[in-house]
């Protein structure tokens, strides 16, 4: 069963840092591209980033570029979101999703989610 | 402000059937696949329809999807109180080189 767990949310202050991971498990991590998609409080899905299945290629979203970094581990089998400079407008709950393949920009697997809160 | 636009709600009797529309531009829907998504309240989106029309295993064919010029359409028949849910459409973008969503339609089963 493909499985994909987010941890490391949490409140911080304006300004601070904070890394998610995405655990995966079920499929082979190394064969997929991954993305992180998140949702404002009562808001709808925003699409943060994206990384190819080596890790070599990454894109963001305009409004995280030089401020949060996508990277993986494949034979840990997880995900990462590094997130430094972060507003108050960052959050939301932040969802690890696995893409169908390279290339085909649907996604068919989504963890639980993870809440950030920006906030002093 | 999303870029595809979406119905913030839509509302049917249960057995009846609704559409929900997605307009988009030719830098997304007009030259990429779409998708549909249902979000569930207090849940994760679970993916409902991929390149345009297709249904992954064990979604019923009660959900269809289709696609004309910039524009897409989700349909759901026969409603059932289970799916009142948010629904969202989403596609590449070439222009701005990443996902794009829809604002989400709530659909509530009168």
């Known amino acids: 069963e493909v499985q994909l767990v987010e941890s490391g949310g949490g409140l911080v202050q304006p300004g601070g840092s904070l890394r998610l991971s995405c655990a995966a498990s079920g499929f082979t991590l190394s064969s997929y591209w991954m993305h992180w998609v998140r949702q404002a409080p009562g808001k709808g899905l925003v699409w943060v980033s994206r990384i190819n299945s080596d890790g070599s290629s990454t894109s963001y979203a305009d409004s995280v570029k030089g401020r949060f970094t996508i990277s993986r581990d494949n034979a840990k089998n997880t995900l990462y979101l590094q997130m430094n400079s972060l507003r108050a407008e960052d959050t939301a709950v932040y969802y690890c999703?696995?893409?169908?393949?390279?290339?085909?920009?649907?996604?068919?697997?989504w963890g639980q989610g993870a809440l950030v809160t920006v906030s002093s | 402000q999303s870029v595809l636009t979406q119905p913030p709600s839509v509302s049917a009797a249960p057995g009846q059937k609704v559409t929900i529309s997605c307009s988009g531009s030719?830098?997304?829907?007009?030259?990429?696949?779409v998708s549909w998504y249902q979000q569930l309240p207090g849940t994760a989106p679970k993916l409902l329809i991929y390149d345009n029309n297709k249904r992954p295993s064990g979604i019923p064919d009660r959900f269809s999807g289709s696609k004309s010029g910039t524009s897409a359409t989700l349909g759901i028949t026969g409603l059932q109180t289970g799916d009142e849910a948010d629904y969202y459409c989403?596609?590449?973008?070439?222009?701005?080189?990443?996902?794009?969503f829809g604002g989400g339609t709530k659909l509530t089963v009168l």
């Open positions: 999703a696995r893409e169908c393949g390279g290339d085909c920009f649907y996604f068919d697997y």
């Open positions: 989403g596609t590449w973008d070439s222009s701005l080189s990443g996902v794009v």
């Open positions: 030719s830098s997304n829907i007009g030259n990429n696949y």
